[in-house]
């Protein structure tokens, strides 16, 4: 069966600095997302992606968050100036030919701020 | 903003009991989907909700989408330790809004 894989699965990284998250979408799908989760916590969304633009963005994206589909397969999260508050794990997730069918989720990156 | 609640935050069960989490909206749905959070994991997709009133089972799982298209409900019969996990509804706008998720605990 098609997976959303994602890459790296564990990211460690200084306060302050970059960091990109990448994932690679389902083939055939035309929706990608980007969900965070705090330890414990429920699930956020970020941000969703539709024909090459931002078709719906959170409170939380704010600025230092960006997103972009480089190539055909590819789809990353860039953070500017990571913050400790931005440690979470960090979900990617594609659908199909709508919005409302159901997402299939990668198995997440855990960002760590020291 | 929108917000998707649900109840209760956790719940922990003997093997063999029942269990049933709600899920509330501040706002009117177009659907509603339901994911299973195994420990450590992702979110994986269980099942969408679409017509007011429907109601849907997956074996030991019964889903149901109430008449104001508001709020849902997963019930699980005579709950196995594979059960385990963090159960989320997700309420479709324009976008997916997850609600607050129910943590099951089973003890064997």
């Known amino acids: 069966e098609p997976e959303v894989t994602q890459t790296p699965s564990h990211q460690v990284t200084q306060m302050g600095q970059e960091v990109i998250l990448r994932c690679v979408p389902i083939?055939?799908?035309?929706?990608f997302y980007w969900y965070r989760q705090i330890l414990g916590q429920k699930v956020e969304f970020l941000v969703s992606f539709y024909n090459n633009e931002i078709s719906e963005k959170s409170e939380i994206f704010d600025d230092q968050f960006s997103v972009e589909r480089p190539d055909g397969s590819n789809f990353t999260l860039k953070i500017r100036s990571t913050k400790l508050e931005d440690s979470a794990m960090y979900f990617c997730?594609?659908?199909?030919?709508?919005?409302?069918?159901?997402?299939?989720f990668g198995d997440g990156t855990r960002l760590s701020i020291l | 903003g929108q917000q998707v609640m649900q109840i209760p935050q956790y719940q922990h069960v003997q093997e063999g009991e029942d269990f049933t989490t709600y899920c509330n909206s501040s706002t009117t749905l177009s659907n509603i989907q339901w994911y299973k959070q195994r420990p450590g994991g992702h979110p994986v997709f269980l099942i969408q909700?679409?017509?007011?009133?429907e109601v849907k089972k997956q074996k030991r799982l019964t889903f149901q989408f109430g008449e104001a298209k508001k709020n849902s409900s997963l019930h699980i019969t005579a709950t196995q330790t594979t059960d385990v996990g963090t159960y989320f509804c997700?309420?479709?706008?324009?976008?997916?809004?997850f609600g607050t998720g129910t943590r099951l605990q089973v003890f064997p």
């Open positions: 997730a594609s659908s199909g030919l709508t919005v409302d069918q159901p997402q299939h």
């Open positions: 083939s055939n799908h035309l929706y």
């Open positions: 909700l679409v017509k007011s009133g």
């Open positions: 997700a309420g479709v706008t324009d976008k997916l809004i």
